[in-house]
């Protein structure tokens, strides 16, 4: 990517970072991360349905964005938030999809203070 001004947004599920391609054209850098890898498949699917180029577009199946290395401006997600118990952050089965650990918080203010 060469030229404009950088922005990242992840969205844990998209980073987006501007520049020019090629052919001159302005495109945007998609990078998406879950720790579920059924999300990560759904999400492929979703970019080339809707027409983003694969040189645009990057799925990462990882925690929250601790594999994209590019600073990350603005952040976009949809932590878990239900209370449950501790173990269940984070685990592999369904229940991480809403795990928020005792207080309901423990990914968001993970998240926070990264």
Request: with cysteine; net charge negative; proline share 6%.
């Amino acid at each position: 990517m060469t030229g404009g001004k950088t922005n990242n947004c992840n969205e844990c599920n998209a980073d987006t970072t501007k520049g020019k391609n090629d052919n001159g054209r302005e495109s945007i850098m998609h990078y998406v991360t879950d720790i579920n890898p059924d999300a990560i498949r759904i999400a492929k699917w979703t970019a080339e349905v809707n027409g983003i180029p694969l040189e645009e577009f990057h799925a990462i199946q990882c925690d929250l964005a601790s594999k994209i290395n590019d600073p990350v401006d603005v952040l976009i997600f949809n932590p878990p938030y239900v209370p449950t118990p501790d173990e269940e952050v984070g685990s592999n089965g369904i229940e991480a999809s809403w795990a928020g650990g005792k207080d309901g918080r423990v990914v968001l203010d993970r998240a926070l203070s990264d």
